[in-house]
């Protein structure tokens, strides 16, 4: 990878190439500050990191990168098999429907492709529908439809043409497999809608709980130091749409598959300069808020300054700074018991649309062990824009107009 990789539109870098890794010159590098003599590290001549928890990061990055190289298959395939039991299950009413329909020869078998048929991370959060409560004048309206984008990019193409269409009532204009040029398959996905008030929306799809690849693009902890941007994730800028031998060019090679990047870029162009009112707001969650938080990025790179004056914001995910401190330990479980009790209390006090199902309430306890965990997931996200007092998105607002950025925490 080194070898073909274009770096020359960064004005630093660190690549780490966990193929060329031998597990003793993995080792080594947790004993020596000279990362650059190992041969998985491409990296400036002379480069040296003298802070062991630097180097144990790297360690890390390129070992869990090995493993799921290695593991890939069988953990798509396990991942699969889950999301066909749960949606087996959903599609009888649940596992006594399932033992009877057995029983009647009438059991109803789930289609993947079909717009019933849900991701391991919608069946956690099943919510469709936006919010009635909220409407379009609402400060609220456009993070709540966000979020809801967001959670709704885990689906598949069905599902997500049907949710747009049929239950939010907005243009469905296409839901995308791009292509990831140092995987060498279409491993990023997005959608994209525009809502009755001509404005856009892209949404990227976060990580998988079951994808190898989009497991490996968040481990991949390379990174490129663009001007006036500072050093950034080089496994999101490869799964936006980086060039393995061109870095990012103004366009794309017309030989080469359709990347997240321009392929989303031109689409955006062809209805922004056909509409002068028409906007957009990028959006995603996890993975997804990485590569919508990194779109704007590139396009000031392009110098596509009157695409970005277009740009009316950017609704990601801000990772937790206090996670592993050992300071916020006592709170951070403190939260996750609670989460647990507020789960079972939470539909009586807010209304049945607040319910959560079983395996929610699983993801609750393993938040006993790792705190943060199910906090992660979309539904909490969902219930806080919903549930956010007005004054919160009102200060929001002034923050997009001035940055461009709405951040989620």
């Given at each position: 990878?080194?070898?073909?990789c274009?770096?020359?539109?960064?004005?630093?870098?660190m690549?780490?190439n966990p193929?060329?890794a031998s597990?003793?010159?993995?080792?080594?590098i947790?004993?020596?500050?000279?990362?650059?003599?190992r041969?998985?590290?491409?990296?400036?001549?002379?480069?040296?990191?003298?802070?062991?928890?630097?180097?144990w990061?790297?360690?890390?990055?390129?070992?869990v990168?090995k493993?799921?190289?290695?593991?890939?298959k069988?953990?798509?395939?396990?991942?699969s098999?889950?999301?066909?039991?749960?949606?087996l299950?959903?599609?009888?009413?649940?596992?006594?429907?399932?033992?009877m329909?057995?029983?009647?020869?009438?059991?109803?078998?789930?289609?993947?492709?079909?717009?019933?048929?849900?991701s391991?991370?919608?069946?956690?959060d099943?919510?469709?529908?936006?919010?009635?409560?909220?409407?379009?004048?609402?400060?609220?309206?456009?993070?709540?439809?966000?979020v809801?984008?967001?959670?709704?990019?885990?689906?598949?193409?069905?599902?997500?043409?049907?949710?747009?269409?049929?239950?939010?009532?907005?243009?469905?204009?296409?839901?995308y497999?791009?292509?990831?040029?140092?995987?060498?398959?279409?491993t990023?996905?997005?959608?994209?809608?525009?809502?009755?008030?001509?404005v856009?929306?892209?949404?990227?799809?976060?990580?998988?709980?079951?994808?190898?690849d989009?497991?490996?693009?968040?481990?991949?902890i390379?990174?490129?130091?663009?001007?006036?941007a500072?050093?950034?994730?080089g496994?999101?800028?490869?799964a936006?749409?980086?060039?393995?031998?061109?870095?990012?060019?103004?366009?794309q090679?017309?030989?080469?598959?359709?990347?997240?990047?321009y392929?989303?870029?031109?689409?955006?162009?062809?209805?922004l300069q056909?509409?002068?009112?028409?906007k957009?707001?990028?959006?995603?969650?996890?993975?997804?808020?990485a590569?919508?938080?990194?779109?704007?990025?590139?396009?000031s790179?392009?110098?596509?300054?009157?695409?970005?004056?277009?740009?009316?914001?950017?609704?990601?995910?801000?990772?937790?700074?206090?996670?592993?401190?050992?300071?916020?330990?006592?709170?951070?479980?403190?939260?996750?018991?609670?989460e647990?009790i507020?789960?079972?209390?939470?539909?009586?006090?807010?209304g049945?649309?607040?319910k959560?199902?079983?395996?929610?309430?699983?993801?609750?306890?393993?938040?006993l062990?790792?705190a943060?965990i199910?906090?992660?997931?979309?539904?909490?996200?969902?219930?806080?824009t919903?549930?956010?007092?007005?004054?919160?998105f009102?200060s929001?607002l002034?923050?997009i107009?001035?940055?461009?950025?709405?951040?989620?925490?």
């Amino acid at each position: 990878m080194a070898a073909t990789c274009n770096k020359c539109f960064s004005s630093n870098y660190m690549l780490l190439n966990p193929e060329d890794a031998s597990f003793v010159d993995l080792c080594k590098i947790l004993f020596s500050s000279d990362v650059g003599k190992r041969k998985f590290v491409d990296c400036p001549d002379g480069v040296r990191e003298p802070l062991f928890g630097r180097r144990w990061i790297i360690f890390v990055s390129v070992l869990v990168q090995k493993m799921l190289k290695a593991t890939g298959k069988p953990m798509s395939g396990f991942g699969s098999g889950v999301e066909y039991w749960l949606n087996l299950l959903s599609g009888n009413k649940g596992f006594f429907g399932l033992v009877m329909n057995s029983l009647k020869g009438k059991v109803v078998y789930p289609d993947r492709t079909s717009a019933n048929f849900l991701s391991f991370t919608g069946s956690i959060d099943k919510r469709l529908q936006l919010d009635c409560n909220i409407g379009e004048e609402d400060c609220r309206y456009y993070s709540v439809l966000s979020v809801m984008a967001a959670k709704a990019s885990y689906e598949n193409h069905q599902y997500i043409q049907s949710i747009v269409k049929d239950q939010w009532k907005m243009d469905y204009l296409g839901s995308y497999d791009f292509w990831n040029d140092y995987q060498e398959k279409a491993t990023t996905q997005a959608f994209v809608l525009k809502d009755n008030k001509d404005v856009i929306i892209v949404a990227f799809r976060g990580t998988e709980t079951f994808d190898p690849d989009a497991w490996s693009s968040d481990f991949d902890i390379s990174w490129y130091e663009l001007p006036g941007a500072g050093k950034i994730h080089g496994g999101f800028l490869k799964a936006l749409g980086m060039q393995k031998s061109r870095g990012w060019p103004q366009n794309q090679a017309d030989n080469k598959p359709e990347t997240a990047y321009y392929a989303l870029r031109k689409l955006l162009k062809e209805k922004l300069q056909n509409n002068d009112k028409a906007k957009f707001i990028v959006t995603g969650h996890s993975l997804g808020g990485a590569l919508a938080a990194l779109f704007p990025a590139i396009l000031s790179l392009h110098d596509e300054s009157w695409l970005l004056d277009r740009l009316d914001g950017v609704v990601a995910e801000e990772p937790n700074k206090n996670y592993f401190s050992l300071l916020w330990l006592i709170p951070k479980i403190g939260n996750a018991f609670w989460e647990l009790i507020r789960s079972f209390i939470i539909s009586h006090t807010k209304g049945p649309d607040y319910k959560e199902g079983g395996l929610l309430r699983m993801f609750r306890i393993l938040g006993l062990l790792a705190a943060g965990i199910p906090a992660h997931l979309p539904q909490d996200y969902v219930n806080a824009t919903r549930l956010g007092s007005s004054d919160v998105f009102l200060s929001n607002l002034c923050s997009i107009d001035d940055q461009k950025i709405l951040k989620m925490q």
